[in-house]
């Protein structure tokens, strides 16, 4: 058993198989969201839903992306971009609600609600998808030497 990829086959690698793998099951959550809103509160209420979950997709894909792209470069401060991205995120969240609660589009456009039950939900569904992503994953744990860097195995040893 080996964590190579067949021959011929081309798999997303990093974030971008992490963020693809999370996006579906959230994108699904918010097109169900977004239904259920329009046969319950209407028109506001799945607008509402939709930019709630449009928005926690743009922010949780995105601080992925930027985790991986540090990860690649310089894996010593990948805790410290992490953490700093999820500062960042609850940010970016609570400045977009606010704008949008200023803006007045919360009175009769959208439902204030509805838009913050997408992201909680949108939230909920994104860590369990990464959770069970991140548990399904084949991560070595340790680089094994070429076969010739072996001393007992060298030819004439």
Same mark, same amino acid.
């Given at each position: 058993? /080996?964590?190579? !990829? #067949?021959?011929? /086959?081309?798999?997303?690698?990093? #974030?971008?198989?992490?963020?693809?793998?999370?996006?579906?099951?959230?994108?699904?959550?918010?097109? @169900?969201?977004?239904?259920?809103?329009?046969? &319950?509160?209407?028109?506001?209420? +799945?607008?509402? +839903?939709?930019?709630?979950?449009?928005?926690?997709?743009? %922010? *949780?894909?995105?601080?992925? *992306?930027?985790?991986?792209?540090?990860? /690649?470069? +310089?894996?010593? !401060?990948?805790? *410290?971009?992490?953490?700093?991205?999820? /500062?960042?995120?609850?940010?970016? %969240?609570?400045?977009?609600?606010?704008?949008?609660?200023?803006?007045?589009?919360?009175?009769? +456009?959208?439902? #204030?609600?509805?838009?913050?039950?997408?992201?909680? &939900?949108?939230?909920? &569904?994104?860590?369990?998808?990464? @959770? %069970?992503?991140?548990?399904?994953?084949?991560? !070595? *744990?340790?680089?094994?030497?070429?076969?010739?860097?072996?001393?007992?195995?060298? !030819?004439?040893?």
């Amino acid at each position: 058993m /080996t964590t190579a !990829p #067949a021959a011929g /086959t081309q798999r997303p690698r990093g #974030a971008a198989r992490l963020v693809l793998r999370t996006t579906v099951p959230v994108g699904l959550s918010v097109v @169900v969201l977004t239904l259920v809103g329009a046969l &319950v509160g209407g028109s506001s209420a +799945a607008l509402g +839903a939709l930019v709630g979950g449009v928005l926690l997709l743009v %922010v *949780l894909g995105s601080s992925t *992306l930027v985790v991986d792209l540090v990860a /690649t470069l +310089a894996g010593a !401060p990948v805790l *410290l971009v992490s953490v700093l991205t999820y /500062t960042l995120n609850v940010v970016l %969240v609570l400045l977009a609600l606010i704008v949008v609660q200023r803006s007045g589009l919360t009175d009769d +456009a959208l439902s #204030a609600p509805w838009l913050g039950g997408a992201i909680v &939900v949108g939230a909920l &569904v994104w860590t369990v998808a990464h @959770v %069970v992503v991140t548990l399904r994953a084949r991560i !070595p *744990l340790y680089d094994l030497p070429d076969r010739a860097a072996v001393p007992s195995e060298r !030819p004439g040893a």
